[in-house]
């Protein structure tokens, strides 16, 4: 039990490793995590500027920062099982005695750190274009509340990701995903202004508790940000079962259609 | 107990074509397939383009479902006891695909021992091995991408080996490769038959499956036409010899004509650059040539010359005009 937990800790640190070292030799990262959160930090805080609530720019440089880490999740982590196709590695990981999704969770954490990048990105932007005076009520809280919204929105990355191995087309379904998930997240504009019945569709969103969590622990939002991480921690574990059962079925899938070549 | 059992072994897969108005077309890629393979065999499975190999090759490396029929490997079921299976088998698929060429070969191999569980003390050892034994011990911290298609065919099979499979998958291991570099090729896969390995191994080529091989399956649209020995299956052709007729322009009513002859048993053509290669199978041949000639009356004739059969005569003859795309 213990070895066999050990085993899969073990491909989970390999697939990072190799994850990180395969995007180290990819210049495309750097459009992604450098300069896409600065334009988005300057359009944000641009526009609650000129509205005249420039005391939102803490709220608006940690929704741009979120935005940057889900898309980092999305675009990178999400097509993780269409680049093994294409390259035609995807057989082979298949074949490994390790459960696929094992592999992902590794290569999808691996991003998922690096792109804490954007977050830092946009909290210079707007310390450096804006002058914004950053102050975090609750540092601890907020870090914390940080690296449980990465584990949680990898684990939402996933559950999506298993969808994409079924597409042919992951781009376009990424691209029609993506804005919805901001809005309903609050990650664009708060999320009063949301009517009442999309917002049980916002509670089953890691992002949105994400940015819950960051502006309670900034000191934007009244309430008790352990509370929130504790239901992060819950949303992330359901995410993953619902992904171990996604992959179980693509899996099978994959095999039965001979689709593990195709694309 | 036996490596390798398939008993009825059957395999489709449906194809959608257009986007409005879809139309399925099903294609039998392996029809009641059965054959078994003894521990420490090197196996040889021969067919032209489509033949159902790779899908025969990646059913017993359990990465695709049969539709019918079952398959066992070292006593395991390829669907129902996968998991317990995939440790202790290795696939490795002849191509420039299925490496991360961003990564050193090295990078490769190591990615794959922790995929595999390999104890580190173990792979500490054996990757180096590894690399020795395929030759690419002193460009393994190079990036795949600039390898050569022979390199990144060799990586594969130290991939392949990184678990010390018992039972290994190899098709077309060759293909795409010089001459020296499939030589070299060979003599890697004869060294793992010799250190004790079942392989399975599928190929294109016959002199390949002639030095390699110890028993031959040929197949063709999915069925097994011959299995036996490469010597079983040249005593096929022993009888016949072979005319070989290079020509420039030959009709296709010539060839039907000679095919039409009493004597004449196969006529197969290959295409070379300029020109067409016939090959006449016919017992006692040398006295037909006249004959075949006038038959081939107008198909500018360059050379004639008469040989002992190869194995490769035993699979023109065995498939007929399915023979061609070899
Ligand atoms: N994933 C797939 N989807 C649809 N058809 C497939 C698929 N894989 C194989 N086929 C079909 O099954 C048949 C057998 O293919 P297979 O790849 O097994 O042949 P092969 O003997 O390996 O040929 P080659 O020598 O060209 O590699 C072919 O008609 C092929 O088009
Ligand atoms: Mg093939």
Same mark, same amino acid.
């Given at each position: 039990?213990?070895s066999?937990?050990?085993?899969?800790?073990?491909?989970?640190?390999?697939?990072?490793?190799?994850?990180?070292?395969?995007?180290?030799?990819?210049?495309?990262?750097?459009?992604?995590?450098?300069?896409?959160?600065?334009?988005?930090?300057?359009?944000?805080?641009?526009?609650?500027?000129?509205?005249?609530?420039?005391?939102?720019?803490?709220?608006?440089?940690?929704?741009?920062?979120?935005?940057?880490?889900?898309?980092?999740?999305?675009?990178?982590?999400?097509?993780?099982?269409?680049?093994?196709?294409?390259?035609g590695?995807?057989?082979?990981?298949?074949?490994?005695?390790?459960?696929?999704?094992?592999?992902?969770?590794?290569?999808?954490?691996?991003?998922?750190?690096?792109?804490?990048?954007?977050?830092?990105?946009?909290?210079?932007?707007?310390?450096?274009?804006?002058r914004?005076?950053?102050?975090?009520?609750?540092?601890?809280?907020f870090i914390?509340?940080?690296?449980?919204?990465?584990?949680?929105m990898?684990?939402?990355?996933?559950?999506?990701?298993?969808?994409?191995?079924?597409?042919?087309?992951?781009?376009?379904f990424?691209?029609?995903?993506?804005?919805p998930?901001?809005?309903?997240?609050?990650?664009?504009?708060?999320?009063?202004?949301?009517?009442?019945?999309?917002?049980?569709?916002?509670?089953?969103?890691?992002?949105?508790?994400?940015?819950?969590a960051?502006?309670?622990?900034?000191?934007?939002?009244?309430?008790?940000?352990?509370?929130?991480d504790?239901?992060?921690?819950?949303?992330?574990?359901?995410?993953?079962?619902?992904?171990?059962?996604?992959?179980?079925?693509?899996?099978?899938?994959?095999?039965?259609?001979?689709?593990?070549?195709?694309? | 107990?036996?490596?390798?059992?398939?008993?009825?072994?059957?395999?489709?897969?449906? /194809?959608?074509?257009?986007?409005?108005?879809?139309?399925?077309? /099903?294609?039998?890629?392996?029809?009641?397939?059965?054959? /078994?393979?003894?521990?420490?065999?090197?196996?040889?499975?021969?067919?032209?383009?489509?033949?159902?190999?790779?899908?025969?090759?990646?059913?017993?490396?359990?990465?695709?479902?049969?539709?019918?029929?079952?398959?066992?490997v070292?006593?395991?079921?390829?669907?129902?006891?996968?998991?317990?299976?995939?440790?202790?088998?290795?696939?490795?698929?002849?191509?420039?695909?299925?490496?991360?060429?961003?990564?050193?070969?090295?990078?490769?191999?190591?990615?794959?021992?922790?995929?595999?569980?390999?104890?580190?003390?173990?792979?500490?050892?054996?990757?180096?091995e590894?690399?020795?034994?395929?030759?690419?011990?002193?460009?393994?911290?190079?990036?795949?991408?600039?390898?050569?298609?022979?390199?990144?065919?060799?990586?594969?099979?130290?991939?392949?080996?990184?678990?010390?499979?018992?039972?290994?998958?190899?098709?077309?291991?060759t293909?795409?490769?010089?001459?020296?570099?499939?030589?070299?090729?060979?003599?890697?896969?004869?060294?793992?038959?010799?250190?004790?390995?079942?392989?399975?191994?599928?190929?294109?080529?016959?002199?390949?499956?002639?030095?390699?091989?110890?028993?031959?399956?040929?197949?063709?649209?999915?069925?097994?036409?011959?299995?036996?020995?490469?010597?079983a299956?040249?005593?096929?052709?022993?009888?016949?010899?072979?005319?070989?007729?290079?020509?420039?322009?030959?009709?296709?009513e010539?060839?039907?004509?000679?095919?039409?002859?009493?004597?004449?048993?196969?006529?197969?053509?290959?295409?070379?650059?300029?020109?067409?290669?016939?090959?006449?199978?016919?017992p006692?041949?040398?006295?037909?040539?006249?004959?075949?000639?006038?038959?081939?009356?107008?198909?500018?004739?360059?050379?004639?010359?008469?040989?002992?059969?190869?194995?490769?005569?035993?699979?023109?003859?065995?498939?007929?005009?399915?023979?061609?795309?070899?």
């Amino acid at each position: 039990m213990i070895s066999h937990f050990l085993g899969l800790l073990r491909v989970v640190a390999a697939s990072f490793n190799m994850q990180a070292k395969e995007r180290a030799t990819n210049q495309l990262f750097v459009g992604t995590l450098l300069i896409l959160p600065v334009i988005f930090t300057i359009l944000s805080v641009s526009t609650y500027i000129y509205g005249g609530k420039a005391d939102f720019g803490l709220y608006a440089v940690i929704g741009a920062g979120m935005v940057g880490i889900w898309n980092a999740n999305l675009w990178t982590s999400g097509r993780i099982v269409e680049g093994e196709r294409r390259g035609g590695t995807l057989s082979a990981l298949i074949a490994a005695p390790t459960p696929f999704p094992v592999v992902l969770v590794g290569k999808s954490l691996s991003n998922a750190v690096v792109s804490l990048i954007s977050m830092a990105m946009t909290f210079a932007t707007g310390l450096i274009v804006f002058r914004l005076p950053l102050d975090i009520e609750n540092p601890f809280a907020f870090i914390i509340s940080l690296l449980l919204t990465l584990v949680a929105m990898t684990s939402l990355g996933l559950v999506l990701g298993s969808f994409f191995v079924l597409t042919r087309n992951a781009g376009a379904f990424i691209e029609v995903a993506n804005y919805p998930i901001f809005i309903l997240s609050g990650l664009m504009f708060p999320l009063t202004i949301l009517p009442f019945w999309l917002k049980p569709l916002s509670a089953a969103l890691a992002p949105m508790w994400g940015n819950l969590a960051l502006g309670v622990a900034a000191g934007l939002v009244a309430g008790n940000p352990w509370l929130i991480d504790l239901y992060l921690i819950g949303l992330s574990l359901i995410y993953l079962l619902i992904a171990r059962a996604l992959f179980t079925q693509v899996e099978y899938r994959v095999r039965r259609d001979g689709s593990l070549e195709t694309f | 107990m036996t490596a390798i059992v398939i008993e009825n072994l059957g395999r489709s897969f449906v /194809t959608t074509t257009g986007t409005i108005r879809r139309t399925q077309k /099903t294609v039998t890629a392996l029809d009641n397939v059965s054959l /078994t393979v003894e521990p420490g065999e090197l196996f040889g499975l021969l067919g032209p383009n489509g033949a159902g190999k790779t899908t025969l090759t990646r059913i017993l490396s359990t990465v695709l479902l049969p539709s019918s029929g079952r398959a066992e490997v070292l006593g395991l079921d390829v669907v129902r006891d996968a998991k317990q299976l995939r440790p202790r088998i290795g696939m490795v698929y002849g191509g420039e695909r299925g490496l991360y060429w961003r990564l050193s070969g090295r990078d490769n191999i190591q990615y794959f021992a922790d995929l595999y569980l390999v104890p580190p003390e173990v792979s500490r050892k054996r990757i180096p091995e590894l690399l020795e034994l395929v030759g690419l011990k002193d460009r393994a911290e190079e990036r795949v991408e600039g390898y050569s298609r022979g390199m990144k065919q060799r990586l594969h099979i130290a991939r392949g080996l990184i678990n010390d499979p018992d039972v290994l998958f190899l098709d077309e291991p060759t293909i795409g490769l010089d001459p020296i570099a499939a030589r070299e090729l060979r003599t890697v896969i004869a060294d793992l038959h010799n250190a004790g390995k079942t392989i399975f191994l599928t190929s294109h080529y016959m002199y390949e499956v002639d030095a390699l091989c110890q028993r031959v399956a040929v197949v063709n649209k999915g069925q097994i036409v011959m299995m036996d020995t490469p010597a079983a299956l040249k005593q096929l052709v022993a009888n016949l010899e072979v005319v070989e007729v290079e020509c420039l322009s030959v009709s296709s009513e010539a060839i039907n004509r000679l095919r039409d002859h009493p004597r004449v048993e196969a006529v197969h053509v290959d295409n070379r650059d300029q020109v067409q290669v016939l090959q006449i199978q016919a017992p006692g041949g040398v006295k037909y040539v006249p004959e075949f000639l006038h038959l081939l009356d107008g198909a500018n004739i360059q050379k004639v010359v008469t040989r002992q059969p190869t194995l490769e005569d035993a699979y023109v003859k065995l498939l007929g005009k399915d023979a061609i795309s070899v």
